[in-house]
């Protein structure tokens, strides 16, 4: 049993909440499209785009280096806009155990929000905490939205 950690993220988004919920649960693929210099790539392994179950293999770069993340969609809800990613394969589950992300578009008052919730076990105490892939969803984020407000 590791050390159980928990990441959250919100980013305020200028762009329209359904079409950016709709690139991530629908589109995935679009991402490299909108900012290719954080992901290189979405291929669909298994299963249908936007489908509970459906598995997809993400190409990214983090710090410079080329990585790798194998997840299956855990979980989707329309209506609260919310999906689930969790890692089966690739280069976080070597160092990790049980890494997932949770991309949640919530609204507070007038404003609508992107939040990324990255949950995972550390082996032990010398394995350090992913604040470097929290800022990376972070810089993703802010590329989709802004390309999202610039098509617009």
Not at 52 to 70: D, F, H, P, Q
Request: proline share 3%.
């Amino acid at each position: 049993m590791g050390l159980k950690s928990v990441l959250c993220a919100k980013i305020e988004m200028k762009a329209n909440k359904d079409v950016f919920y709709d690139v991530f649960t629908n589109k995935p693929h679009h991402v490299s499209i909108m900012c290719p210099f954080h992901v290189q790539g979405c291929e669909l392994l298994e299963g249908v785009f936007g489908t509970v179950g459906s598995k997809i293999c993400w190409t990214y770069t983090l710090e410079g280096k080329e990585k790798i993340s194998k997840q299956v969609i855990e979980t989707i809800d329309e209506e609260k806009k919310v999906i689930t990613f969790k890692e089966f394969e690739g280069d976080l589950v070597n160092k990790y155990d049980n890494w997932k992300a949770t991309l949640h578009i919530e609204t507070k008052g007038e404003i609508d929000l992107v939040s990324w919730t990255m949950e995972y076990e550390r082996p032990n105490e010398n394995v350090p905490e992913l604040i470097n892939l929290l800022d990376f969803i972070i810089g993703m984020t802010k590329v989709v939205d802004d390309h999202h407000v610039k098509m617009n």
